[in-house]
């Protein structure tokens, strides 16, 4: 089981910066497919960064070039740095691993960190 603690979120004014955080429980970081999603109110929970164990990352059109997704193996831990925030970027920020085995998908979730963007 792995166990994962966000932190970092509040509120920050538009064109603002944070950096999230998500450390890990566990031995296995290092070979997870890390990820950070969000959700906004009335709105589907959608992911805004990704990165694999290797380091190769993914960002949707809507993030991209504002937010950067890293990790510190050594650490057990994840980073979302976000610059350029625009009050569309408010919702819970939760932090998601993800691991196959034998074809099955084993996913862990944090309790989420609520971002504000507002004036």
């Known amino acids: 089981q792995v166990h994962l603690v966000e932190s970092g979120g509040g509120l920050v004014q538009p064109g603002g910066s944070l950096r999230l955080s998500c450390a890990a429980s566990g031995n296995i970081f290092s070979g997870l497919v890390m990820n950070w999603y969000r959700q906004a109110p009335g709105k589907q929970r959608e992911l805004v960064a990704r990165i694999l164990s290797g380091g190769t990352t993914y960002y949707p059109d809507s993030v991209k070039g504002r937010f950067t997704i890293s990790r510190d193996n050594a650490k057990n831990t994840v980073f979302l740095q976000m610059n350029s925030l625009k009050p569309e970027d408010t919702a819970v920020y939760y932090c998601?691993?993800?691991?196959?085995?034998?074809?099955?998908?084993?996913?862990?979730w944090g309790q989420g960190t609520q971002v504000t963007v507002s004036s």
């Open positions: 998601n691993g993800q691991r196959n085995i034998n074809g099955i998908l084993y996913e862990y």
